[in-house]
């Protein structure tokens, strides 16, 4: 079942102008069995987004591993994509849960 469409991410620095696309600064992608790692780097910030579907819960998860000189801002945009089928509605079977995560290097 495919829920959404378009899944991306902007950062905004402060002070800084303007947002800066995930597209303009993707630097890398990891595809592994357990999960993917999509790497965006900027002069200011790498940020790492890991995404995995957990094998006991529906869903998918995406984690963002953040190291930063400056405070930022990180939006998550898509377009909702939820088709259900007839057979789906009448079982009630409606569940979505997105969590997205920002967490920062305390190693400095």
């Keep these: ?5 378009d899944f991306q991410l902007s950062f905004r620095l402060k002070d800084y102008p303007l947002d800066i ?3 303009d600064v993707t630097v890398g992608i990891a595809v592994r069995p357990e ?3 999509m790497t965006f780097a900027h002069a200011a ?5 890991v995404i995995f579907a957990p094998l006991d819960e529906p869903g998918v998860v995406i ?3 953040v190291d930063s ?3 930022m801002t990180i939006t998550g945009a898509f377009r909702p994509r939820l088709r ?3 057979s789906d509605i009448r079982r ?3 569940c979505l849960r997105c969590v997205l995560v920002a967490v920062p290097h305390l190693d400095r």
């Design 1 to 5: 079942m495919k829920v959404l469409d």
């Design 21 to 23: 696309s995930g597209q």
């Design 35 to 37: 999960a993917t790692v």
């Design 45 to 49: 910030f790498t940020v790492r987004q």
């Design 63 to 65: 984690l963002l591993d």
């Design 69 to 71: 000189v400056l405070p």
């Design 84 to 86: 259900l089928s007839r």
């Design 92 to 94: 009630r079977i409606v």
